[in-house]
T-cell receptor, first 113, second 116 residues
Framework: DTAVSQTPKYLVTQMGNDKSIKCEQN?????MYWYKQDSKKFLKIMFS???????INETVPNRFSPKSPDKAHLNLHINSLELGDSAVYFC????????????FGEGSRLTVL | AQKVTQAQTEISVVEKEDVTLDCVYE???????LFWYKQPPSGELVFLIR??????QNEISGRYSWNFQKSTSSFNFTITASQVVDSAVYFC?????????????FGQGTTLQVKP
């Protein structure tokens, strides 16, 4: 009965590969996010979608492509993976007209070898 | 520009000690929200508190208390009588209401270790 669920939780892959992380929320929220947490624990927003529309696109390489098939899902596809992409990726959601907290998934740890 | 600074990278205390985690923020907006999140060793991000810029009342929740001072742009977090289970990384974060995007700006995090 997880509110925000991400799959896979762990992902180990080789440089140059393409991989996807999926996120689903069952909270009925309109806005979803992807955050990246680097090895120093620093959390930074990557993307935000509001009802399938992209509203935030921080300075992220275009190898990263979010896709939102509906407002309950926000997937992250990464092409040509690099060592520096190794991180924990968190999906989150919030209701529209955001004034409250984000609801985070458990995170997906990506390791690029 | 928005910025959140948590100057304490790591803090180590012995169980039952009180500990305060500092958070200083920068924003040009008059309306904003401040948050604290906890990230235990298991890795998930746990929401602790939200405070809006017009509410400077301190808040207490069990052993946790928060001190918000607009004059010094600080939103500090105190754990009273710390316990081993409090060991985690704690993040302070800022959100501007004007942008209405829900974007959170996080501080660098403070790693708290509570030793038995």
């Amino acid at each position: 009965d997880t509110a925000v669920s991400q799959t896979p939780k762990y992902l180990v892959t080789q440089m140059g590969n393409d991989k996807s992380i999926k996120c689903e929320q069952n909270l009925g929220h309109d806005t979803m996010y992807w955050y990246k947490q680097d090895s120093k624990k620093f959390l930074k927003i990557m993307f935000s979608y509001n009802n399938k529309e992209l509203i935030i696109n921080e300075t992220v390489p275009n190898r990263f492509s979010p896709k939102s098939p509906d407002k309950a899902h926000l997937n992250l596809h990464i092409n040509s993976l690099e060592l520096g992409d190794s991180a924990v990726y968190f999906c989150a959601s919030s209701p529209i007209g955001y004034t409250g907290e984000l609801f985070f998934g458990e995170g997906s740890r990506l390791t690029v070898l | 520009a928005q910025k959140v600074t948590q100057a304490q990278t790591e803090i180590s205390v012995v169980e039952k000690e009180d500990v305060t985690l500092d958070c200083v923020y920068e924003t040009r907006d008059t309306t904003y929200y401040l948050f604290w999140y906890k990230q235990p060793p298991s890795g998930e991000l746990v929401f602790l508190i939200r405070r809006n810029s017009f509410d400077e009342q301190n808040e207490i929740s069990g052993r946790y208390s928060w001190n918000f001072q607009k004059s010094t742009s600080s939103f500090n977090f105190t754990i009273t009588a710390s316990q081993v289970v409090d060991s985690a990384v704690y993040f302070c974060a800022l959100s501007e209401v004007k942008s209405n995007t829900g974007k959170l700006i996080f501080g660098q995090g403070t790693t708290l270790q509570v030793k038995p």
